[in-house]
């Protein structure tokens, strides 16, 4: 077991690692810090302590896999509704740099009926995979967590990749956490930053946590490979499209039948909206300052006119104003826009979680002393029914729309 | 119908604040609260309960004082409760829970027709623990479920609908299964006075490693791949937080000017 030490002689009692604990594991006690079960042995206190009196003493762990056996980035190549997630080409490009740093190849893990598989697997090497990973056929057509956790968990076990990443959307969350589990590998969800560690090669995944307010670099043990992540979607640069490009096509079969399949997709709903907040380069989001469901009607015509989807803060959807799937924030979707326009909204910290790493941020508020024009780059105060029809007829002049 | 709800103690984090100073987390007099999407996943528990009859048994893994939750999700009605906590258990992720929150729903409820948790911790933030219980039961996972439409006992299927990105899922599963459930499947009930004093007199086990024959080499740190390295506050925002003050007429042409200026609005 891993312990945290503190020495009683050389602690001052100067308190400076208390706050330091994203986790409020240090206390004081006739003086000097002591530490609780609540200790995740992260090494915050550590680094802080200014007389080094805080040790970190952390088993060695015996290695009981050869490393050296696992090669080559592999990226999950997702599609839905006939076209590969975005994400999968962000991450492609973002591990042509992880191959690179490493010195192995770049791969893609893709699975579907024949026709897709055809047709993305020559995206995929288009945005950079030397090598493509498939399984085709009619269980894999749509994704389900069964075939494809199998489809995946043979291959990762047969050519042994040392990283695979996967997009964090619905659909990688819920595929990666199986996969991770059934081989007992390390999995780092909802990573903004990837990093190869120049002399032991090993992968560092940054991350944010409690809300975006702390983040968190993180890393795999040894003798656990392949290194997993899944990665947020729009962190990282489209890479170019290249359609000259070369690569390999590795085909491999199922072992399953549909009888050893526990779900059926019985209909897909579609969403209303015709643009998606997942999507959406530009938001505009409505608060408790709409004051109803009508009050959406001028976020809407803004929205329209810049072919943005219309967002909204937690108020609002408690308020039965919106539907729940508009909700922005920790109990509803993290977004990254270019431009998130907030009316009305406070901008408390679990809006700002699901909002705040856009990349321009507009506050329309009638109170000054809102929380969100701390986090804004530009800001209006005033009424947002006045502010924003002006906004809505002034880029339509603009755009001549 | 045996029902396990799995929940978490986790800061509330309206107010976390980062000290300026510092520019560290401040912890001080922050309270802990249920996981909000595990208040979901009580309440859909609940509902099952009153419709189709059954056991619903609470289970949070954490150090002693999550035992506060727990007596929330007896207050709003839950018939039995756990906790399970040991030193042992400290600096697990999502793997090592994952096992050990799976070997104490077999201990201590034994053959379960649902799982549900909510979708993710807001302190974590993973939605990894999930999907990781319903591998180590071996059984099938629905995430992101925003409604039940159908439990069919006899015939051990149920029906949901997935709220994803573009839509919503209808997906027909076999039981046991596991759900994790986001905010919209319901509305989660307070707790009655009755049910508060019952849960104040209760008394709550708590099971160690042992209790729940955890393997020790798969719990804890020892059974984790992955360790943090370096926790660290966020960059600040390079929000100007630019107030553009004057009369409306020239102000918002002055910020439809720097908006188009971005490139960004096409």
Known sequence: M??????????????SCIPACPFGALSMKEGIAVVDEKCTFCGACV????????????????VTIDITTYKDVWVFIEHEFGKVGSVSFELLGEGRKLADAIGCKLCGMLFGDQETVDKFAKEAIAYGAEKVYVMEGPLL???????????????????????????????????????????????????????IDPETKYLKQTRPAFGGNIM???????????????????????????????GEIIRETLQMTEDQVRTKIVEFIRG?????????????????GVGGPEGFKPIRELAEVLGAAVGSSRAAVDSGWIPYEHQVGQTGRTVRPKIYIACGISGSIQ???????????????????????????????????TVVPMLTQEFKKRLGR | MKIAVCIKQVPDTTDVKIDPKTNTLVREGVASITNPFDEYAVEEALLIREKHGGEVHVISMGPPQAIEVLKNALAVGADKVYLVSDRAFAGADTL??????????KAVVGDVDLVICGKQAIDG????????????????????????????????????????????????????????????????????????????KAQIPTLTAKDIGADENRIGLKGSPTWVMRVFSPEARGGSGEILKGELPEVVPLLVNKLMDTKFIK
């Open chain 1, 2 to 15: 891993a312990k945290l030490l503190i020495d009683k002689d050389t602690c001052t009692g100067c308190e």
């Open chain 1, 47 to 62: 680094d802080i302590c200014p007389v080094s009196a805080i040790t970190l003493e952390k088993e060695e762990k015996a």
């Open chain 1, 141 to 195: 057509k749509e994704y389900r967590t069964d075939p494809y956790a199998k489809a995946a968990v043979d291959l990762i076990r047969k050519y042994k990749p040392e990283i695979v990443l996967f997009g964090a959307t619905t659909q990688g969350r819920d595929f990666a956490g199986t996969v991770a589990t059934t081989i007992e590998a390390g999995l780092t969800a909802d990573c903004t930053g990837l990093e």
């Open chain 1, 216 to 246: 968190a670099t993180i890393q795999d043990y040894p003798n656990y490979r392949p290194q997993m992540s899944t990665v947020r979607p729009k962190v990282f640069a489209m890479p170019p499209r290249d359609d000259s490009r070369k």
């Open chain 1, 272 to 288: 209303a909206e015709t643009i998606n907040l997942a999507d959406a380069e530009i938001i505009v989001s409505g608060g408790r």
């Open chain 1, 351 to 385: 809006h700002q979680a699901g909002m705040k790493t856009s990349d321009i941020i507009v506050a329309i508020n009638k109170d000054a002393e809102a929380p969100i024009f701390k986090i804004a780059t530009y800001g209006i105060v005033g009424d947002l029914f």
């Open chain 2, 96 to 105: 090592a829970t994952a096992y050990t929150v799976a070997k104490t729903i």
């Open chain 2, 125 to 200: 933030d993973t939605a990894q623990v999930g999907p990781g219980i319903a591998t180590r039961l071996g059984i099938p996972q629905l995430t992101y479920v925003s409604k039940i439409k159908e439990i069919n006992l006899e015939k051990k299927k149920i029906v949901v609908e997935r709220l994803l990105e573009y839509g919503r899922e209808v997906v027909e599963s076999s039981l046991p299964a596991l759900l994790t459930v986001v905010k919209d499947i319901n509305e989660p009930r307070l707790p009655s006075l009755l049910g508060i004093k019952k849960a104040a």
